[in-house]
């Protein structure tokens, strides 16, 4: 299994051959360079490792919200060129396997449940992640992502703490990813959020 994960200050291909990993790449993301380089970048760790490999499925999780029933990319706020693109189908024809593609809070939260924290029962569960972004996934107890009518159940980044605050990237105010996560914090104080 292929394993793809796009961040918005890293990305990450890594490869599965049961349960263990054999391979991986790990890069940081060009924001400025959008989709086009973050694609660029993925078909060439692919076409290196592809005469090596036999794949069979892969795994997207996206730093931004997906719609899920379409698997469809709704919009990234870390860089350009995201907008309803059609990762899931561009990552079928580049591999030639089934793809799933979901938000990256909702792979993590999915994990967790299965293999971490949640793995013996201690679920519902809410995952949380405070990066460059800010997100969240909930898993019920049989396992299952909750994602509400929109796919967007969870996204605690984009939930409005300071109505009257700053635009967020995502077009609302006062988000609080606008306000605490590692991008803004950078960007608003002019040094890394870890200082």
């Not at 949640?118 to 809410?126: I, M, Q, S």
């Amino acid at each position: 299994m292929l394993a793809i994960d796009i961040g918005g200050t890293r990305f990450r291909v890594a490869l599965f051959e049961d349960e263990r990993l054999t391979r991986r790449e790990s890069r940081a993301t060009d924001r400025e360079g959008g989709r086009e380089w973050m694609l660029e970048q993925i078909e060439t760790i692919w076409h290196a490792w592809k005469p090596e490999v036999t794949l069979h499925r892969c795994g997207i999780g996206f730093g931004g919200p997906v719609d899920f029933e379409r698997q469809q990319v709704a919009l990234s706020t870390h860089a350009r060129g995201w907008r309803k693109f059609d990762l899931h189908r561009y990552a079928e024809d580049l591999l030639e396997v089934p793809v799933v593609m979901d938000n990256d809070a909702n792979a993590g939260a999915l994990g967790e449940a299965l293999h971490g924290a949640g793995k013996d029962g201690a679920r519902p569960l809410f995952y949380l992640t405070l990066s460059t972004g800010i997100g969240g996934g909930i898993v019920f107890n049989d396992a299952r992502v909750y994602r509400g009518a929109d796919s967007w159940a969870g996204e605690i980044g984009h939930v409005t703490i300071q109505p009257d605050g700053p635009e967020c990237l995502c077009g609302a105010r006062g988000c609080l990813e606008r306000l605490c996560s590692g991008l803004w914090l950078e960007r608003d104080f002019g040094q890394p959020a870890d200082e």
